[in-house]
Protein backbone atom coordinates (compact mmCIF):
# COMPACT_ATOMS: atom_id res chain seq x y z
CA UNK A 1 0.00 0.00 0.00
CA UNK A 2 2.80 2.30 0.75
CA UNK A 3 4.70 1.63 -2.33
CA UNK A 4 1.15 2.25 -4.16
CA UNK A 5 0.62 5.29 -2.75
CA UNK A 6 4.55 6.73 -3.43
CA UNK A 7 4.03 5.63 -6.95
CA UNK A 8 0.55 7.56 -7.41
CA UNK A 9 2.33 10.87 -5.94
CA UNK A 10 5.34 10.10 -8.22
CA UNK A 11 3.37 9.74 -11.64
CA UNK A 12 1.63 13.08 -10.43
CA UNK A 13 4.21 14.88 -9.93
CA UNK A 14 6.22 13.23 -13.00
CA UNK A 15 3.75 14.91 -15.53
CA UNK A 16 5.11 18.66 -14.00
CA UNK A 17 8.58 17.77 -13.79
CA UNK A 18 11.46 16.39 -15.69
CA UNK A 19 13.34 13.70 -15.30
CA UNK A 20 16.94 12.52 -14.19
CA UNK A 21 18.35 8.87 -14.99
CA UNK A 22 21.17 7.78 -13.39
CA UNK A 23 22.09 4.15 -12.94
CA UNK A 24 22.74 2.53 -9.77
CA UNK A 25 23.74 -0.82 -8.18
CA UNK A 26 22.00 -2.73 -5.20
CA UNK A 27 24.57 -2.98 -2.11
CA UNK A 28 23.90 -4.20 1.36
CA UNK A 29 24.17 -2.08 3.94
CA UNK A 30 25.06 -4.56 6.37
CA UNK A 31 28.27 -6.10 5.45
CA UNK A 32 30.34 -8.14 7.85
CA UNK A 33 34.12 -9.01 7.02
CA UNK A 34 34.85 -12.25 9.31
CA UNK A 35 38.11 -13.31 10.54
CA UNK A 36 39.36 -15.15 13.70
CA UNK A 37 40.49 -13.76 17.12
CA UNK A 38 43.74 -16.16 17.42
CA UNK A 39 46.23 -17.55 15.47
CA UNK A 40 45.81 -21.40 14.05
CA UNK A 41 45.31 -23.71 11.06
CA UNK A 42 42.10 -23.96 8.95
CA UNK A 43 40.37 -27.29 10.49
CA UNK A 44 36.93 -27.68 8.63
CA UNK A 45 35.36 -25.13 6.14
CA UNK A 46 31.17 -25.49 6.29
CA UNK A 47 30.05 -23.06 4.02
CA UNK A 48 31.22 -22.11 0.50
CA UNK A 49 30.63 -18.30 -1.92
CA UNK A 50 26.87 -18.03 -2.49
CA UNK A 51 25.30 -20.44 0.46
CA UNK A 52 22.92 -19.31 2.58
CA UNK A 53 23.69 -18.83 6.08
CA UNK A 54 21.49 -18.54 9.50
CA UNK A 55 23.09 -16.44 12.84
CA UNK A 56 24.88 -18.79 14.84
CA UNK A 57 25.67 -21.39 11.93
CA UNK A 58 28.94 -22.28 12.20
CA UNK A 59 30.99 -21.01 9.21
CA UNK A 60 34.57 -22.47 9.86
CA UNK A 61 36.70 -24.19 12.55
CA UNK A 62 40.60 -24.21 13.41
CA UNK A 63 43.04 -25.75 15.23
CA UNK A 64 45.05 -23.36 17.43
CA UNK A 65 48.60 -23.93 18.31
CA UNK A 66 48.23 -21.11 20.41
CA UNK A 67 45.03 -22.20 22.40
CA UNK A 68 46.85 -25.21 23.25
CA UNK A 69 49.78 -23.94 24.54
CA UNK A 70 47.59 -21.71 26.37
CA UNK A 71 45.41 -24.02 27.93
CA UNK A 72 48.37 -26.59 28.76
CA UNK A 73 49.77 -23.96 30.97
CA UNK A 74 46.94 -23.14 33.19
CA UNK A 75 46.53 -27.16 33.41
CA UNK A 76 49.97 -27.09 34.61
CA UNK A 77 49.76 -24.03 37.26
CA UNK A 78 46.78 -25.66 38.61
CA UNK A 79 48.51 -28.93 38.86
CA UNK A 80 51.47 -27.83 40.90
CA UNK A 81 49.66 -24.95 43.18
CA UNK A 82 47.27 -27.89 44.07
CA UNK A 83 50.37 -30.17 45.03
CA UNK A 84 52.13 -27.03 47.02
CA UNK A 85 48.60 -27.18 48.75
CA UNK A 86 49.22 -31.04 49.66
CA UNK A 87 53.14 -30.16 50.39
CA UNK A 88 52.00 -27.48 53.09
CA UNK A 89 48.72 -29.29 54.98
CA UNK A 90 51.11 -32.52 55.21
CA UNK A 91 53.56 -29.69 57.06
CA UNK A 92 50.95 -27.72 58.93
CA UNK A 93 49.43 -31.74 60.18
CA UNK A 94 53.07 -32.62 61.17
CA UNK A 95 53.48 -29.15 63.41
CA UNK A 96 50.21 -29.74 64.83
CA UNK A 97 51.47 -33.40 65.57
CA UNK A 98 54.56 -32.04 67.26
CA UNK A 99 52.81 -29.19 69.61
CA UNK A 100 50.43 -32.14 70.57
CA UNK A 101 53.38 -33.89 71.95
CA UNK A 102 54.90 -30.84 73.36
CA UNK A 103 51.99 -30.17 75.25
CA UNK A 104 51.83 -33.48 76.75
CA UNK A 105 55.26 -33.36 77.64
CA UNK A 106 54.41 -29.96 79.25
CA UNK A 107 56.74 -27.85 77.17
CA UNK A 108 54.49 -25.53 75.81
CA UNK A 109 55.91 -22.07 75.99
CA UNK A 110 59.73 -23.44 75.87
CA UNK A 111 61.74 -22.46 72.91
CA UNK A 112 60.43 -25.99 70.68
CA UNK A 113 57.18 -24.83 71.45
CA UNK A 114 58.05 -20.76 69.97
CA UNK A 115 60.01 -22.69 66.93
CA UNK A 116 56.76 -24.58 66.12
CA UNK A 117 54.39 -21.69 66.05
CA UNK A 118 57.03 -19.40 63.95
CA UNK A 119 56.90 -22.08 61.36
CA UNK A 120 52.97 -22.84 61.89
CA UNK A 121 52.39 -19.00 60.70
CA UNK A 122 54.50 -19.07 57.97
CA UNK A 123 53.02 -22.95 56.52
CA UNK A 124 50.11 -21.10 57.40
CA UNK A 125 51.21 -17.55 54.80
CA UNK A 126 52.08 -20.26 52.49
CA UNK A 127 48.93 -22.18 52.49
CA UNK A 128 47.02 -18.72 52.10
CA UNK A 129 48.88 -17.89 48.78
CA UNK A 130 48.21 -21.53 47.46
CA UNK A 131 44.62 -21.02 47.95
CA UNK A 132 44.98 -18.05 45.70
CA UNK A 133 47.15 -19.60 43.27
CA UNK A 134 44.76 -22.54 42.74
CA UNK A 135 41.97 -20.04 42.45
CA UNK A 136 43.60 -17.98 39.94
CA UNK A 137 44.54 -21.45 37.69
CA UNK A 138 40.78 -22.27 37.93
CA UNK A 139 39.71 -18.93 36.84
CA UNK A 140 42.16 -19.55 34.06
CA UNK A 141 41.25 -22.87 33.35
CA UNK A 142 37.44 -21.38 32.81
CA UNK A 143 38.62 -18.70 30.89
CA UNK A 144 40.03 -21.12 28.26
CA UNK A 145 37.28 -22.94 28.07
CA UNK A 146 34.77 -19.83 26.68
CA UNK A 147 37.64 -19.12 24.66
CA UNK A 148 37.37 -22.30 22.62
CA UNK A 149 34.44 -21.41 21.67
CA UNK A 150 36.47 -19.04 19.35
CA UNK A 151 37.79 -21.44 17.68
CA UNK A 152 34.32 -22.16 15.86
CA UNK A 153 33.61 -19.37 14.04
CA UNK A 154 29.74 -18.05 13.49
CA UNK A 155 28.18 -16.12 11.44
CA UNK A 156 26.88 -13.19 13.40
CA UNK A 157 23.78 -12.56 11.33
CA UNK A 158 22.10 -14.64 8.50
CA UNK A 159 23.58 -13.61 4.74
CA UNK A 160 24.70 -14.81 1.95
CA UNK A 161 28.80 -15.40 1.26
CA UNK A 162 29.78 -13.48 -1.39
CA UNK A 163 34.16 -14.00 -0.44
CA UNK A 164 35.86 -16.80 0.82
CA UNK A 165 39.63 -16.49 1.41
CA UNK A 166 40.53 -19.25 3.24
CA UNK A 167 40.90 -23.58 3.00
CA UNK A 168 41.60 -26.00 4.75
CA UNK A 169 45.17 -26.46 6.24
CA UNK A 170 45.95 -22.16 5.61
CA UNK A 171 47.06 -20.91 8.60
CA UNK A 172 44.96 -17.65 9.63
CA UNK A 173 46.06 -14.74 12.14
CA UNK A 174 44.05 -12.29 14.08
CA UNK A 175 42.88 -9.72 11.36
CA UNK A 176 43.25 -11.22 8.37
CA UNK A 177 40.05 -11.86 5.95
CA UNK A 178 38.30 -15.31 5.70
CA UNK A 179 34.49 -14.68 4.57
CA UNK A 180 32.78 -12.12 3.46
CA UNK A 181 28.73 -12.02 4.52
CA UNK A 182 25.91 -9.52 3.42
CA UNK A 183 22.90 -9.77 4.77
CA UNK A 184 19.93 -10.21 2.05
CA UNK A 185 17.37 -7.88 4.30
CA UNK A 186 18.77 -5.04 4.55
CA UNK A 187 19.37 -3.58 0.74
CA UNK A 188 19.58 0.21 -0.77
CA UNK A 189 20.68 1.06 -3.49
CA UNK A 190 24.12 3.39 -4.94
CA UNK A 191 24.36 5.49 -7.57
CA UNK A 192 26.49 8.54 -8.93
CA UNK A 193 25.16 11.86 -9.54
CA UNK A 194 27.21 14.27 -11.72
CA UNK A 195 28.21 17.18 -9.34
CA UNK A 196 26.01 19.53 -12.25
CA UNK A 197 22.56 17.28 -11.30
CA UNK A 198 23.10 17.24 -7.62
CA UNK A 199 20.79 19.97 -7.15
CA UNK A 200 18.46 18.07 -8.77
CA UNK A 201 18.70 15.22 -5.64
CA UNK A 202 17.77 16.37 -2.33
CA UNK A 203 17.84 13.81 0.72
CA UNK A 204 14.02 12.64 1.33
CA UNK A 205 13.10 12.47 -2.45
CA UNK A 206 11.08 10.01 -4.18
CA UNK A 207 12.49 8.45 -6.63
CA UNK A 208 11.65 5.36 -9.22
CA UNK A 209 13.11 2.38 -9.21
CA UNK A 210 14.06 -0.32 -12.30
CA UNK A 211 15.65 -3.56 -11.63
CA UNK A 212 15.43 -4.78 -15.53
CA UNK A 213 16.69 -8.32 -15.03
CA UNK A 214 14.15 -9.22 -11.76
CA UNK A 215 11.73 -7.02 -13.67
CA UNK A 216 10.99 -5.22 -10.65
CA UNK A 217 9.57 -1.74 -10.43
CA UNK A 218 8.88 0.45 -7.15
CA UNK A 219 10.09 3.46 -5.63
CA UNK A 220 12.57 4.61 -3.04
CA UNK A 221 13.53 7.96 -1.37
CA UNK A 222 17.24 9.46 -1.44
CA UNK A 223 18.28 8.02 2.18
CA UNK A 224 21.86 9.98 1.59
CA UNK A 225 23.66 12.28 -0.22
CA UNK A 226 27.88 11.52 0.26
CA UNK A 227 29.28 15.17 0.86
CA UNK A 228 32.52 14.44 -0.93
CA UNK A 229 32.99 14.49 -4.90
CA UNK A 230 35.41 12.43 -6.69
CA UNK A 231 38.14 14.51 -8.07
CA UNK A 232 38.70 12.48 -11.14
CA UNK A 233 34.58 12.47 -12.52
CA UNK A 234 33.02 15.04 -10.60
CA UNK A 235 30.32 12.64 -9.15
CA UNK A 236 28.68 12.24 -5.60
CA UNK A 237 27.29 9.44 -4.15
CA UNK A 238 24.18 9.03 -3.21
CA UNK A 239 22.51 5.89 -1.15
CA UNK A 240 18.87 5.29 -1.79
CA UNK A 241 16.51 3.11 0.52
CA UNK A 242 13.45 0.88 -1.25
CA UNK A 243 11.74 -2.12 -0.19
CA UNK A 244 11.93 -5.35 -2.02
CA UNK A 245 9.03 -7.60 -0.28
CA UNK A 246 9.46 -10.99 -1.35
CA UNK A 247 11.57 -10.27 -4.79
CA UNK A 248 14.75 -11.75 -4.83
CA UNK A 249 17.41 -9.05 -4.88
CA UNK A 250 20.59 -9.33 -4.57
CA UNK A 251 23.54 -7.40 -3.99
CA UNK A 252 25.75 -5.91 -7.36
CA UNK A 253 22.65 -6.08 -9.72
CA UNK A 254 22.12 -2.97 -12.05
CA UNK A 255 19.32 -0.46 -11.27
CA UNK A 256 17.94 2.26 -13.28
CA UNK A 257 16.86 5.42 -11.38
CA UNK A 258 14.65 8.22 -12.44
CA UNK A 259 14.68 11.15 -10.03
CA UNK A 260 11.87 13.88 -11.06
CA UNK A 261 13.00 17.65 -10.67
CA UNK A 262 11.54 20.95 -11.76
CA UNK A 263 13.36 22.50 -14.81
Not at 25 to 33: A, E, H, R, Y
Not at 164 to 176: A, C, E, F, S, T
Not at 226 to 236: L, Q, R
Not at 250 to 260: A, R
Request: aromatic residues 6%.
Amino acid sequence: MKNIILLLIFSLSSNLAANLDVTGTVISDNQKMIGARYMGYVKEIHYNIGDKVKREDILFSMESAEFDIMQNQADLALEQAELMMEMYRTRLDGIRNEKKSLKRRGLKGKSDWKELEAMSENVEAGLSATRAMIKSATAKIKQMASVINYLEIKAPNGGIIVKKQIRVGDLIVPGMLAFVLVDLDHLEIEAQVSEVDLLKVQKGKVVKINIPSMKFRTVGKVKSVVPSANPMTHTFSIRISFEKGTTQIFPGMYVHISVPYKE
